[in-house]
């Protein structure tokens, strides 16, 4: 699946969407080898995000403009995002 964000920046991402238990919240998670500052300079301040895939569907994410959680988990990056209020 990808991902293009409100920037123009395309990426694949293995999952996307938003916990059932905190709709506030947006994670995803995908490989990046780039620093994690590099990364982070890219999705924090977005408004939009939007998710192509054939299995889930199309879906767009409005408001995730606030990074707040990465981390490396082996060759994987886990991003967290928070809509702004």
Do not use: C, H
């Not at 506030?24 to 994690?36: C, K, N, T, Y």
Request: net charge negative; proline share 5%; glycine share 8%.
């Amino acid at each position: 699946m990808t991902i293009t964000t409100s920037q123009n920046k395309t990426y694949t991402v293995q999952w996307i969407d938003t916990p059932i238990i905190n709709a506030g919240s947006l994670v995803m998670q995908m490989a990046d080898p780039r620093p994690l500052p590099e990364i982070a300079a890219e999705f924090d301040g977005l408004t939009e995000i939007s998710r192509q895939d054939e299995n889930q569907g199309d879906k767009v994410f409005t408001g995730f403009s606030t990074l707040v959680g990465i981390k490396r988990i082996g060759d994987d990056v886990l991003i967290q995002m928070e809509a702004t209020v």
